[in-house]
Structures are given as structure tokens and as C-alpha cells.
């Protein structure tokens, strides 16, 4: 009889401890420790495929070494391909992670369909039934042979599917419902979560079979699991959505084959989800052109920039502290601004709320927006309209000084795709700027001038 034991694990970072903590001396998490049992055969061998236990290769020189099998996939998803860096490298372990609901499983159909032109592609699933599976190919008009499923959460099972079916490409819906059978843990635990990762790296490695791993987020947004998971795979995404809205924003936050911080923008429709290839006429169509407070910016996620509308309204304290909410943008920086704006240009917001928003639903990670969140709060404070034809960016400093920026020309660019005619810069992408085009470019070195500028 397997003799069994007891083990703490931080559902956090994975730290084991033989006694319960209160506080994890790892990642310093609160009340993160579970109880797991473990058999004395699971301490010896996690490996549960007798075939693969792991990957290795000989010594090679770097210049005998072949790159003939690296050529990445393309699944004619362009929004995709781009977040991926150019398409999907061979015999990698991709992460998505997402809310429930939000389309995770809808995607990584369209993304089978893709790929199972000429490849077989395995979907496991453990939450739905292989009726319910069908019923959305069927609603997405998705009908090829080369799609097999498999409703499954023994990762011993799915081994062996994958053994008579031999795919490229697999799809695990979801790594939390699937369970290593060598652990006594339940499923969607620290040990089981890590242990059926690590297997599923090995056969992917191994096997040269790209593997697609789902799974859920925490009330907080954070992937629900242990961090070391995110350490194992080679790509990190997540799928993202304002609440009742029907566009969907897929980000990169790790890539070990191409760029971070890159996006896609889809749309959820009753055919599923549909790619946008030009996001900034989708943040910009129901602009509001006779209002206060609304100044265009242009944003770049990764290498791609899109057009952004800020919002700002300002309006007499009920309270006795005044509040500072904001949406889309970092609340630390926009108190920041409020002081530079405060010191710099003798304005008073002690008894104002303020309130900033980027409409859309997009989260503004990069300082180039400082310009247009503070031209936006001065234009709804003082009540005078912004130019319609006008786009703004560049970083604002303490003393007031606009900062310039990066990719400056890559932003005017498409800018005046869209029709815009002016645009206020930070005075030193004047140096050096690799644009020749229609837009009028005013360049700026202090916030005051900006100001002034935006006034004319």
C-alpha cells in the first residue's frame, strides 16, 4: 500500500512547507497555504509518459545547427499572427488566459480551424461536452476533418489520444480542469497545475507539437494558478473586455520568439469573433466633436499605434476631499499631473473632482498620453472646445517641460490617415523626424505653450 503524505503548498508561488503558514516566506502572500496529499511513488517520478521523460539533444555548434523546422505557422488570423510576432513557432507551449465567457474557447476554434488546413489539430476539452463543442463549430460555420475532440481531464488519457491521433497542434480547455493521476491533490491545485504543465512541456518539446493551454483569471485579473506558471510556457496572453462590451482585446505579456506589450483588437458578433484591422476608427467613431474636455492621442502598443480618445470632465467638490477617479490610465500619474498643472500654470483643482477616461476600454500604459490627459482636464476646467483635426502626445515632466517620445513619426502617420491636420509634439521629435506629409506639426517645450497652442 502506497504510503501517503501531507504537504503545504502556497497556491501563490508553489512554496511547500510540512507545517500550514500563515504568511508565505516566498512571495509573502496571506493565507495561501492548502493542504495536498502525496503518494510515496508521486515523490519518486511525475513522469506518467513512459516514452518521454525529457527532452535532450546532442552537442551541436552554433553554425551546424539547422533552422529549417523553425519556419512559424500562420492561421490567417492577421490580428493574431501580429500579437504572436509573425505567427506560431513550432513545438511551443502557449498560455491564454482570460475572464469566463469572454471568448477564449470562440478563439482557439477559429485558430483550429485555421491551422487544420493542413494540419490535424486535437482539442481536449474538461468543461464542455463534445455536443456542446460541435454546437459552436457549427455556429462559427467551422467544418473541417482535420479537428478531432476529445472531452477529457485525465492527462493520462489525453496522452494516449494524442499517441493514436499523432497531431500538430494541441488545445488543453483548460489546464485547471486537468489533473495529473499520479497526484492525490485536486485538480486546478498548485502541485496538479505545475505537474501537468511540465509534462505537456516535455511532449511538446519532444514531439515537436505546439500546445495551447486555457485558462482562468482571478477576481483580480491575475492567472489563476501558481506564478511558475507563467514561467514554464513560452507565451503568456490574455484576453481582455471592458464589462458589456462587445470588443475584445488580446495582449502579449510574455514571448520568448517575439515582441512584448503587442495587442489585437476582435469583435464578438453572432459570428463569432471577428478581427479589426484598423482600431482607431473603431475608439474614435462615436467621438463627440462639440464637447470639452476631448482631445485625441495616439498610442503605441508594441509597434502598432492607434488612435485614442481622452475624456476629462471637472466639477465642484461635495465633499471635503475632492476625487480623483480614472479609468484606462495610471491614477498615480494623473495626480502627478494635477500638481504640475497646479504649480506650473497657477490653476486650482483643491475643490474640483476630476475625472479622466480613455474611451474605448483600452489601458494606456506609456507616458506619450501625459500631454493630451492634462490638455483634456484644462480644456473641460476652463469650458473651451479642442480642434477637432487635432492630435496630441509627449510625456510631461515635474518642471512642466514636455518630454519627447518614441516612435514619433509611426504615430503621425497614422494620425493623418485618419484626416487629421495639426498635431502638438514635444519640440524635440522635431530633430531628426522622418515624416513628410500634410499634417502641421507644432512642436512644444513647456506645458504653458502647449497650452497656449491648443487654444488658438
Same mark, same amino acid.
Given at each position: 500500500?502506497?504510503?501517503?503524505?501531507? !504537504?503545504?503548498?502556497?497556491?501563490?508561488?508553489?512554496?511547500?512547507?510540512?507545517?500550514?503558514?500563515?504568511?508565505?516566506?516566498?512571495?509573502? +502572500?496571506?493565507?495561501?497555504?492548502?493542504?495536498?496529499?502525496?503518494?510515496?511513488?508521486?515523490?519518486?517520478?511525475?513522469?506518467?509518459?513512459?516514452?518521454?521523460?525529457?527532452?535532450?539533444?546532442? $552537442?551541436?555548434?552554433?553554425?551546424?545547427?539547422?533552422?529549417?523546422?523553425?519556419?512559424?505557422?500562420?492561421?490567417?488570423?492577421?490580428?493574431?499572427?501580429?500579437?504572436?510576432?509573425?505567427?506560431?513557432?513550432?513545438?511551443?507551449?502557449?498560455?491564454?488566459?482570460?475572464?469566463?465567457?469572454?471568448?477564449?474557447?470562440?478563439?482557439?476554434?477559429?485558430?483550429?480551424? +485555421?491551422?487544420?488546413?493542413?494540419? !490535424? $489539430?486535437?482539442?481536449?476539452?474538461?468543461?464542455?461536452?463534445?455536443?456542446?463543442?460541435?454546437?459552436?463549430?457549427?455556429?462559427?460555420?467551422?467544418?473541417?476533418?482535420?479537428?478531432?475532440? $476529445?472531452?477529457?481531464?485525465?492527462?493520462?488519457?489525453?496522452?494516449?489520444?494524442?499517441?493514436?491521433?499523432?497531431?500538430?497542434?494541441?488545445?488543453?480547455?483548460?489546464?485547471?480542469?486537468t489533473y495529473h493521476p499520479e497526484l492525490l491533490s485536486a485538480p486546478g491545485t498548485v502541485g496538479q497545475v505545475r505537474e501537468t504543465t511540465a509534462e505537456l512541456l516535455r511532449i511538446a518539446k519532444s514531439k515537436n507539437i505546439t500546445v495551447f493551454l486555457l485558462g482562468h483569471v482571478t477576481k483580480e485579473g491575475d492567472l489563476a494558478g501558481p506564478r511558475v506558471l507563467e514561467h514554464i510556457v513560452d507565451t503568456v496572453l490574455y484576453f481582455e473586455s471592458e464589462r458589456q462590451r462587445t470588443y475584445r482585446i488580446l495582449r502579449v505579456y510574455k514571448n520568448r520568439f517575439g515582441p512584448t506589450n503587442e495587442i489585437g483588437?476582435?469583435?464578438?458578433?453572432?459570428?463569432?469573433?471577428?478581427?479589426?484591422?484598423?482600431?482607431?476608427?473603431?475608439?474614435?467613431?462615436?467621438?463627440?466633436?462639440? +464637447?470639452?474636455?476631448?482631445?485625441?492621442?495616439?498610442?503605441?502598443?508594441?509597434?502598432?499605434?492607434?488612435?485614442?480618445?481622452?475624456? +476629462?470632465?471637472?466639477?465642484?467638490t461635495v465633499f471635503g476631499l475632492p476625487r480623483r477617479m480614472v479609468s484606462g490610465y495610471d491614477a498615480n500619474r494623473l495626480t502627478i499631473l494635477i500638481a504640475v498643472l497646479e504649480k506650473r500654470l497657477g490653476l486650482s483643482f483643491g475643490m474640483q473632482d476630476v475625472f479622466v477616461n480613455i474611451a474605448g476600454g483600452v489601458k494606456i500604459k506609456e507616458t506619450s498620453a501625459d500631454l493630451s490627459v492634462a490638455c483634456s482636464i484644462i480644456s473641460a476646467s476652463l469650458g473651451f472646445i479642442c480642434p477637432k483635426d487635432l492630435i496630441v502626445f509627449g510625456e510631461v515632466s515635474l518642471s512642466g517641460e514636455i518630454r519627447s517620445v518614441v516612435f514619433a513619426a509611426e504615430r503621425i502617420f497614422e494620425a493623418e490617415k485618419l484626416g487629421f491636420k495639426k498635431a502638438i509634439i514635444p519640440r524635440g521629435n522635431l530633430k531628426n523626424l522622418l515624416y513628410k506629409g500634410k499634417i502641421d506639426l507644432i512642436g512644444v517645450e513647456t506645458i504653458e505653450s502647449a497650452i497656449k497652442t491648443l487654444k488658438l
Open positions: 500500500m502506497k504510503k501517503q503524505k501531507n !504537504k503545504f503548498l502556497c497556491q501563490q508561488c508553489g512554496y511547500n512547507s510540512v507545517q500550514w503558514l500563515g504568511k508565505c516566506p516566498s512571495c509573502e +502572500a496571506w493565507n495561501s497555504f492548502t493542504r495536498e496529499k502525496f503518494s510515496e511513488s508521486s515523490q519518486k517520478s511525475y513522469f506518467i509518459s513512459k516514452q518521454i521523460t525529457c527532452f535532450s539533444s546532442e $552537442v551541436l555548434k552554433l553554425n551546424d545547427i539547422s533552422v529549417k523546422d523553425f519556419l512559424r505557422y500562420q492561421t490567417a488570423i492577421k490580428e493574431f499572427d501580429n500579437v504572436m510576432g509573425g505567427g506560431i513557432v513550432p513545438s511551443s507551449l502557449i498560455l491564454l488566459g482570460g475572464a469566463p465567457g469572454i471568448g477564449k474557447s470562440t478563439l482557439m476554434l477559429h485558430i483550429s480551424s +485555421a491551422l487544420s488546413d493542413k494540419n !490535424k $489539430v486535437l482539442y481536449v476539452s474538461g468543461e464542455e461536452s463534445l455536443s456542446q463543442i460541435k454546437s459552436r463549430a457549427e455556429r462559427l460555420k467551422i467544418k473541417k476533418d482535420n479537428i478531432f475532440l $476529445v472531452s477529457e481531464t485525465n492527462l493520462l488519457s489525453i496522452i494516449v489520444a494524442m499517441d493514436k491521433i499523432n497531431p500538430k497542434f494541441l488545445v488543453v480547455d483548460s489546464i485547471q480542469t483588437i476582435f469583435e464578438m458578433n453572432s459570428r463569432g469573433l471577428s478581427e479589426i484591422s484598423n482600431p482607431s476608427l473603431i475608439f474614435l467613431g462615436e467621438r463627440t466633436l462639440n +464637447a470639452a474636455g476631448n482631445v485625441v492621442t495616439v498610442s503605441i502598443e508594441g509597434t502598432r499605434p492607434f488612435l485614442l480618445e481622452v475624456q +476629462a470632465l471637472t466639477s465642484r
